[in-house]
């Protein structure tokens, strides 16, 4: 079991930035692939980055250049730093973990809560 927790959301205006943290207790952190995916009012969840164990990262398209996702091992925490954010950024994140690699695509298993990132014009 894997439990996860996010924070660092809030209200900004475009063109700012933020950083989220995720800390994660339970499973071996070090085994683990982690993820950020949002969800924007009235559409699907999308997949926004990831993080092998390993150190491999990913990024959805809309976000390639914005932002930049890490993690701590020691400490059990993934950040993502979002620069440059735009109003289509607005959105609840959430943090989630599989045991293993990862891939864009890729099932995950456990999530947290949520935390919600608004970005006014």
């Known amino acids: 079991q894997v439990q996860l927790v996010e924070s660092g959301g809030g209200l900004v205006q475009a063109g700012d930035s933020l950083r989220l943290s995720c800390a994660a207790s339970?499973?071996?952190?070090?085994?683990?692939?982690m993820g950020w995916f949002r969800q924007a009012p009235g559409k699907e969840r999308e997949f926004v980055s990831a993080?092998?164990?390993?150190?491999?990262?990913y990024y959805a398209d809309s976000v390639k250049g914005r932002f930049t996702i890490s993690r701590d091992n020691a400490k059990k925490m993934v950040y993502l730093q979002m620069n440059s954010l735009k109003p289509e950024d607005t959105a609840v994140y959430y943090c989630a973990a599989r045991p293993g690699s990862t891939w864009p695509g890729a099932d995950y298993f456990y999530w947290g809560q949520g935390t919600q990132v608004t970005v006014s014009s």
């Open positions: 339970g499973r071996t952190f070090s085994s683990i692939s």
């Open positions: 993080i092998t164990w390993s150190d491999i990262s």
